[in-house]
């Protein structure tokens, strides 16, 4: 069952709540949608660093560090492609009007 151990998952699950209540207070704001794009891809490019290094030192095996590598970096490209398109669409080319 649940032990003092397992309180972390409610520390976790508490921070992302109040992450998603303040998220939802400000995401109108372009500059806080911008700063979260740009910090979810640098952390998941960190990880993948990570992953790189524990592969490196043996602390995990070659393939799981490449396939949670891929991961992670497929999840910066992502938010670095909808951190971009969001821009575009916020400032329309002079040329439309």
């Excluded at 032990?3 to 921070?15: A, R, V």
């Excluded at 992302?16 to 372009?30: A, E, M, R």
């Excluded at 592969?55 to 590598?69: I, N, T, W, Y």
């Amino acid at each position: 069952m649940l032990g003092l151990h397992d309180i972390q998952y409610l520390y976790e699950f508490i921070f992302w709540l109040v992450t998603f209540f303040i998220l939802k207070k400000v995401w109108h704001k372009p500059k806080i949608r911008l700063f979260y794009g740009y910090s979810v891809a640098t952390l998941n490019v960190a990880a993948v660093f990570f992953f790189s290094l524990a592969s490196v030192q043996g602390e995990m095996p070659s393939l799981d560090a490449f396939s949670f590598g891929f991961l992670h970096t497929m999840v910066a490209v992502v938010m670095l492609t909808l951190v971009h398109q969001s821009q575009k669409l916020e400032t329309p080319k002079a040329s439309e009007d």
